[in-house]
T-cell receptor, first 117, second 108 residues
Framework: GAVVSQHPSWVICKSGTSVKIECRSL??????MFWYRQFPKQSLMLMAT?????????EQGVEKDKFLINHASLTLSTLTVTSAHPEDSSFYIC?????????????FGPGTRLTVL | RKEVEQDPGPFNVPEGATVAFNCTYS??????FFWYRQDCRKEPKLLMS???SGNEDGRFTAQLNRASQYISLLIRDSKLSDSATYLC?????????FGKGTRLHILP
């Protein structure tokens, strides 16, 4: 299957700092990228849907000013957690798809584990 | 109401046994589904797509019962490596929404 990378794979930061996570589709051009978050023993929660060149669509309850998403190209999307706090500590996973998720496989990155002290 | 309901488990099954999970769905218009597996602290991986009445891939068989609105996943000759959380997901055009899934532990 296609490959999606994430960087960094893990990050520890101090409360109040901002953290940027990169998601890259390495061997395909993702028309849509998704960002998910998963707390321990919880389900994978969709945060936002991002299309190249347009503003991300955020799920209900997700603060768009706190979780900044930039989808600069068909192979790169970034998620910036601004002014991170301990409650933002979580596993962040991105995915990319060519076309619709109904008819095409969505490829996931390996995830980024964020710990905010 | 949730789109899908799954028994969260855990299912503790001896190696070599056959295990089946059911997933009930609420939207009768749902046409197709995905089964994903997710290992602890890893990304989900697509196991199988189900676009018609069912699908089979090696030891894995999925069946879709539209009349009763459930989809099942059968794993035969279970391996230790099958231990994971299995997630039933209705196929939508715009996004994938995951539930908590069913946890499976294969015991040696």
């Amino acid at each position: 299957g296609a490959v999606v990378s994430q960087h960094p794979s893990w990050v520890i930061c101090k409360s109040g700092t901002s953290v940027k996570i990169e998601c890259r589709s390495l061997d395909f051009q993702a028309t849509t990228m998704f960002w998910y978050r998963q707390f321990p023993k919880q389900s994978l929660m969709l945060m936002a849907t991002s299309n190249e060149g347009s503003k991300a669509t955020y799920e209900q309850g997700v603060e768009k000013d706190k979780f900044l998403i930039n989808h600069a190209s068909l192979t790169l999307s970034t998620l910036t957690v601004t002014s991170a706090h301990p409650e933002d500590s979580s596993f962040y996973i991105c995915s990319g798809v060519v076309g619709t998720v109904h008819d095409n496989e969505q490829f996931f990155g390996p995830g980024t584990r964020l710990t905010v002290l | 109401r949730k789109e899908v309901e799954q028994d969260p488990g855990p299912f503790n099954v001896p190696e070599g046994a056959t295990v089946a999970f059911n997933c009930t769905y609420s939207n009768s218009a749902s046409q197709s589904f995905f089964w994903y597996r997710q290992d602890c602290r890893k990304e989900p991986k697509l196991l199988m797509s189900v676009y018609s009445s069912g699908n089979e891939d090696g030891r894995f068989t999925a069946q879709l019962n539209r009349a009763s609105q459930y989809i099942s996943l059968l794993i035969r000759d279970s391996k230790l490596s099958d231990s994971a959380t299995y997630l039933c997901v209705p196929a939508r055009y715009d996004k994938i929404i995951f539930g908590k899934g069913t946890r499976l532990h294969i015991l040696p």
